[in-house]
């Protein structure tokens, strides 16, 4: 594949998103769904100590054991602040932690997963449009909105009835931010929690936008 230009520079954030082809279903049972969370944490790593494959396979504990090898041994390439998984796309965003980490952690995300999907359904080829998008994060204040844009995802397509829904929707970051998942937790959310008093008001910032942005959505979805 051509090298980005410009490249992702490290240290910076980026608001990183993709479609799949013809914006068919990539997610489509909850087991998929956990496929690529699993996929989203073991890739962070910066010197995998085994193949993600073998990885898969071990107890939860021995997953543990190796998920702490790598972050004591050699650190992960990315920090993930916020993600969302939607049955037809991606939102991921994410600091680059060391020169070309995120072009690397969404094409290992990527291939992996699409490589799980074609083997299980029994189809060739790729899921995902092209290259991925990647939107640089410039300031705290956009920083904040691009986590709250992304975790208002399925409020704003309807996967959720109401707001006090979306803290339950198992596919993003929004029930770490909540203190609701914290087993399956991966996300450096602190970063943006960091920027409020506590996790409610963080709620309640989110929430102030849920119904405008969901309003904006179906305006988008009757133009086109």
């Known amino acids: 594949m051509p090298k980005r230009k410009p490249s992702l520079e490290t240290g910076q954030t980026y608001h990183v998103f993709n479609k799949a082809i013809s914006l068919q279903p990539v997610f489509i049972s909850q087991v998929d769904y956990q496929r690529a969370k699993s996929c989203l944490l073991y890739y962070r790593g910066s010197d995998l100590p085994t193949k993600y494959s073998y990885f898969i396979g071990y107890s939860r504990e021995r997953q543990l054991e190796v998920l702490e090898k790598i972050k004591t041994k050699g650190g992960f390439i990315v920090q993930v602040l916020a993600y969302c998984l939607m049955p037809n796309h991606f939102h991921l965003l994410l600091r680059q932690s060391l020169e070309n980490g995120i072009s690397k952690y969404v ?47 399925p409020y704003s397509s309807h996967l959720v009835r109401d707001f006090e829904e979306l803290a339950s929707y198992p596919n993003s970051s929004f029930p770490e931010y909540m203190g609701k998942d914290n087993l399956g937790a991966f996300c450096d959310k602190d970063v943006v929690l960091s920027c409020f008093k506590n996790k409610n008001q963080y709620k309640e910032f989110v929430s102030d936008q849920a119904d405008y942005q969901r309003i904006l959505n179906e305006a988008e979805h009757a133009l086109f």
Do not use: M, Q
């Open 107 to 153: 094409s290992d995300f990527t291939n992996s997963y699409t490589r799980y999907f074609n083997t299980k359904r029994k189809r060739e080829g790729p899921l995902f449009k092209g290259r991925f998008k990647a939107v640089a994060v410039e300031t705290e204040e956009e920083l904040l909105h691009v986590s709250r844009y992304i975790h208002l995802n």
